[in-house]
C-alpha cells in the first residue's frame, strides 16, 4: 500500500542551525514527491516538488530536497533556519491513477526554532 | 492572480446536522480535491472532482458527497453529522491537463467543529 512516514513528530533547531526533516515513502511505482508546510491555523504551502530528473530539487525559500530512491526517501533540508520558519511540514506522494490523482500525506513534523 | 479560496472559515455544527463547504479553485485550474485533516494528523484525501463528476475517492463514508458547478467550483456536503467529523477541511485545485506533472494547490481550510 502507498504510505508516507515522517519520523519526527517534534523537531527544534536553534535560528542560524541547518536543518533536516524525514520522510520516507512507499509507492510501487515511479513516484511524484511533495514537501508541503502549513503555519498554524493555515492551509499547505508547496515548497517544492520532485517529478523526474535531478535528484537534488530546489524550492521556494532555501529549501532543498533529494530524492534518494534506494532508501525510498525524501529528506528536506535548509543549511541556516529562520525563525519564520517554525511551522509543520508535510511530505506527501502523489498517487496517479489513470485519469485522476490524489496526494497521500505523512502525519506531519512540527519545527519549533529556537532563538 | 487569485489562489484557492474557501468558505466559511470556521463553522460549529451540531451532532446530527448537515454541512456545505465551499471552495473556487485557482484561476485556470479545473479539478477540485477535498481533504480532511483532523487535529495532529495529516491531511487524509476525501474525493476529487473534475467535468463535475466524481473521479477518485478515499475512504469516506457516503455521508460525505460533493459537487462541481461548471465555473470549476465546487461543495463538500457532509450530513448526520459526528463528533469525528470534526476537523480542517482542505481544498486543493489542479489542472488535469498536467497530467503526471500535476500539482496542487491548497486553500486556507474551513475549520469544522461538531458540538
Known amino acids: 500500500a502507498q504510505s508516507v512516514t515522517q519520523p519526527d513528530i517534534h523537531i527544534t533547531v536553534s535560528e542560524g542551525a541547518s536543518l533536516e526533516l524525514r520522510c520516507n515513502y512507499s509507492y510501487g511505482a515511479t513516484p511524484y514527491l511533495f514537501w508541503y508546510v502549513q503555519s498554524p491555523g493555515q492551509g499547505l504551502q508547496l515548497l517544492l516538488k520532485y517529478f523526474s530528473g535531478d535528484t537534488l530539487v530546489q524550492g521556494i525559500k532555501g529549501f532543498e530536497a533529494e530524492f534518494k530512491r534506494s532508501q525510498s526517501s525524501f529528506n528536506l533540508r535548509k543549511p541556516s533556519v529562520h525563525w519564520s520558519d517554525a511551522a509543520e511540514y508535510f511530505c506527501?506522494?502523489?498517487?496517479?491513477?489513470?485519469?485522476?490523482?490524489?496526494?497521500?500525506f505523512g502525519t506531519g513534523t512540527l519545527l519549533a526554532v529556537q532563538p | 492572480d487569485a489562489g484557492v479560496t474557501q468558505s466559511p472559515t470556521h463553522l460549529i455544527k451540531t451532532r446530527g446536522q448537515q454541512v456545505t463547504l465551499r471552495c473556487s479553485p485557482k484561476s485556470g485550474h479545473d479539478t477540485v480535491s477535498w481533504y480532511q485533516q483532523a487535529l495532529g494528523q495529516g491531511p487524509q484525501f476525501i474525493f476529487q472532482?473534475?467535468?463535475?463528476?466524481?473521479?477518485q475517492r478515499g475512504n469516506f463514508p457516503d455521508r460525505f458527497s460533493g459537487h462541481q458547478f461548471p465555473n470549476y467550483s465546487s461543495e463538500l456536503n457532509v450530513n448526520a453529522l459526528l463528533l469525528g467529523d470534526s476537523a480542517l477541511y482542505l481544498c486543493?485545485?489542479?489542472?488535469?491537463?498536467?497530467?503526471?506533472?500535476?500539482?496542487?494547490?491548497f486553500g486556507p481550510g474551513t475549520r469544522l467543529t461538531v458540538l
Open positions: 506527501a506522494v502523489g498517487a496517479y491513477g489513470g485519469a485522476t490523482n490524489k496526494l497521500i
Open positions: 472532482y473534475y467535468e463535475e463528476e466524481e473521479r
Open positions: 486543493a485545485s489542479s489542472l488535469r491537463a498536467a497530467g503526471v506533472a500535476d500539482t496542487q494547490y
